[in-house]
């Protein structure tokens, strides 16, 4: 399973599993006890797959976090998130030795790994696959569409010319010209 259906809402403990969407939110179910709860547009929700953690090189998703700590533990569940901040960062680490010191901080240490616990007890983790980077194609420039039958065919959209820089306010190139005579 991807971590596209899986939130954290600020506020909650743990982590919640995506159900339906309602006219005012969504539905949530509790991974730790299964209870289900409206949320609402006034929650401050995150998506696990849109986590990262901050590396002195840039930014690792969460998912390759996870991965990480599957391999190191083999499937099995992390040390205990409640352990002490010199254990947890220890831990954290060996699983990710460039990770930011200055901006991923204990509590977040912790709640990656509470979350992995979570998912691992869950069967939640995503499948661990070998992903390729897919080559962009270069964006081509839009063509006109045909037209329906019976229709004329509308021409591409193109950019504005700039103006001139003999422009002034109130007046084109030409107009300032011919006053200048």
Not at 105 to 111: E, F, N, R
């Amino acid at each position: 399973m991807s971590l596209d259906k899986i939130v954290s809402i600020s506020g909650k403990p743990g982590l919640y599993h995506l159900r339906a969407q309602t006219r005012t939110g969504f539905i949530a179910e509790s991974l730790t006890d299964g209870k289900k709860m409206p949320v609402g547009l006034r929650h401050n929700v995150s998506v696990l797959s849109e986590i990262s953690i901050y590396t002195l090189d840039g930014e690792t998703p969460l998912r390759e976090v996870f991965a990480k700590i599957a391999e190191k533990e083999n499937g099995g569940k992390a040390i205990d998130h409640k352990g002490s901040k010199d254990d947890l960062e220890a831990y954290f680490f060996q699983i990710l030795p460039n990770f930011d010191e200055d901006r991923v901080y204990a509590s977040d240490i912790k709640k990656v790994i509470q979350w992995y616990n979570l998912l691992q007890e869950n069967d939640l983790l995503p499948a661990q696959k070998a992903e390729e980077p897919v080559a962009e194609e270069p964006k081509e420039k839009p063509a006109a569409k045909a037209a329906p039958k019976g229709e004329k065919a509308k021409p591409a959209a193109t950019k504005a010319a700039p103006k001139s820089s003999s422009a002034k306010k109130g007046g084109t190139a030409k107009s300032t010209a011919a006053r200048k005579k």
